[in-house]
């Protein structure tokens, strides 16, 4: 079976490899300069606005590392969940890496409210201080829920008001596009995000997350601030072209949409099972349930997943692009079973 413990654990569409192959031809220049990135710029325009930049990176650290590096100084803090991937997953680099401070809040599902970041915006002008500079919400959350356009409008809105600037990590932005029925930019460009840290691997890519920046003075750093953090690839062609193959049609959705549909089919196996609290809403392509502590290992051994908190016997089933239905029918099986 495949895994349920992480949509990384996917491997790479076909059509991203077929991709990769065909962008190794002859000579081309190195460090984004060639015609593939040209194509993987445009297709990111054709999502996100005519005024879109968008870097490659290699990884989602490093995406969010260096979007918000071009929008901070070391003095200055970010406002975050305290599920954050940037908090909890990032070993830290955020800070290490830009000298900045997090600001994380508790939220009960992992989204941010005007109210909750009011709530830690204090102590501008004081040098006694870090200077709140940036608000950092991740799309889908990484409790599985998804923000609608109008709340990060409101966000976006709140933090321009403040002399803030908006960023989304969106390791899982075609998860929420395709949960919302929407364009990517619905809930990026028009309501006023300033950066967007792209996720393309949990989407079927091998290697391909991006920096893309809505605001053209934060552009002109952006270059330079890639370079800095060693996050610019020489043969980056075989990079773009990873996201012409997800942005020119509509594998991305394609995609998504497949692994989102997994995970509603897994909860409809589930949640009538005795001893289940299916708890946050299913919105994209992961569940968080709460099952008995004593049918934890033994259904790991049918298929690899995660304990997501291990105080509540809280887990944590994520479905890819590639889970198949049989994958979902054979897990319930061993639930029903097991909880019998």
Not at 61 to 68: D, H, Q, S
Not at 149 to 172: C, T
Not at 266 to 281: H, M, Q, T, Y
Not at 318 to 326: F, G, I, K, R
Request: glycine share 8%; charged share 20%.
């Amino acid at each position: 079976m495949r895994s349920f413990a992480s949509d990384n654990y996917a491997g790479v569409h076909p059509e991203v490899l077929e991709a990769i192959a065909a962008a190794n031809i002859d000579h081309a220049k190195a460090y984004g300069d060639d015609d593939v990135t040209a194509r993987a710029d445009a297709a990111f325009r054709q999502h996100f606005g005519a005024d879109a930049r968008a870097f490659p990176v290699f990884n989602g650290t490093g995406a969010n590392v260096v979007g918000l590096q071009a929008m901070l100084r070391p003095w200055e803090a970010v406002i975050c969940a305290s599920t954050a991937h940037i908090n909890v997953d990032e070993g830290g680099a955020p800070e290490h890496q830009l000298g900045v401070k997090l600001i994380d809040v508790a939220t009960p599902d992992g989204k941010l409210t005007p109210d909750l970041v009011r709530s830690v915006h204090f102590g501008v002008g004081v040098v006694h201080h870090a200077q709140p500079r940036v608000i950092s919400i991740t799309q889908t959350t990484e409790m599985g829920t998804a923000y609608s356009p109008d709340e990060i409008g409101a966000l976006a809105e709140l933090a321009h008001s403040l002399d803030m600037y908006l960023h989304l990590d969106g390791a899982r932005i075609s998860n929420a596009a395709a949960t919302l029925g929407v364009p990517l930019r619905a809930f990026t460009t028009d309501v006023g995000v300033d950066m967007v840290s792209y996720g393309g691997t949990k989407n079927g890519a091998l290697a391909a997350e991006a920096v893309v920046c809505l605001r053209p003075e934060l552009a002109e750093v952006m270059g330079f601030a890639r370079k800095q953090s060693m996050q610019l690839a020489s043969k980056m062609r075989f990079f773009s072209a990873q996201f012409v193959a997800l942005l020119e049609g509509d594998l991305w959705l394609r995609n998504a949409s497949h692994a989102n549909a997994m995970a509603h089919r897994l909860l409809d196996g589930v949640s009538d099972v005795a001893g289940i609290e299916i708890g946050l809403p299913v919105q994209a392509n992961g569940l968080f349930p709460i099952i008995p502590r004593a049918a934890i290992e033994p259904l790991q051994e049918v298929t690899p997943f995660y304990v997501w908190d291990e105080a509540s016997n809280q887990v944590r089933w994520m479905c890819s692009w590639d889970t198949t239905e049989n994958d979902i029918d054979t897990f319930v099986s061993a639930v029903r079973t097991q909880l019998a």
